[in-house]
């Protein structure tokens, strides 16, 4: 998986955009909304997800904490679009970090929320799963060849 894998939130609504952006003011992270180069106070979600002048979606950097940055991508109102840097997840404490944002991403919209390699959404590798009510593992992490002599990777 490259460093800024897709997140989404399928099956969104404008109220679920909505009820992002309300969070996001609820839990006090710093933001910044732009409209092509143009930093703008956050407008309600109807007006964010209408396309720009210049075509370009309107984004949201999001920093629900120090060192961590999520980009909000206002492409289509029917799926909530996300990348994370995961160079800035590193070690137990940043991951715990990020999985309680996407616990409380899924948790205030009341819908999955799936990482997965940048790129390649459809596979999602880790997520927030709504009935569990935590973030959960989606597909097990590529083994590691056996390279061992005469092992199937030993050439």
Do not use: N
Request: a negative charge; one cysteine or more; hydrophobic letters at 40%.
């Amino acid at each position: 998986m490259g460093t800024l894998p897709d997140v989404r939130v399928p099956g969104a609504s404008v109220a679920d955009w909505q009820a992002l952006l309300d969070l996001v003011r609820a839990k006090g992270w710093a933001c910044r909304y732009q409209e092509g180069e143009t930093v703008l106070p956050v407008p309600r979600a109807e007006v964010a997800l209408s396309p720009p002048a210049d075509g370009e979606p309107a984004t949201l950097r999001v920093r629900p904490a120090a060192g961590m940055l999520a980009i909000f991508r206002f492409h289509s109102e029917d799926e909530i679009d996300f990348d994370v840097d995961l160079r800035e997840v590193r070690g137990q404490k940043r991951f715990d970090l990020f999985c309680g944002f996407l616990r409380d991403i899924g948790r205030h919209v009341g819908r999955p929320v799936l990482m997965g390699p940048e790129g390649d959404p459809g596979r999602p590798v880790l997520g927030f799963d709504v009935e569990a009510d935590r973030v959960v593992l989606l597909a097990e992490p590529p083994q590691a060849p056996d390279l061992s002599p005469g092992g199937p990777g030993s050439g």
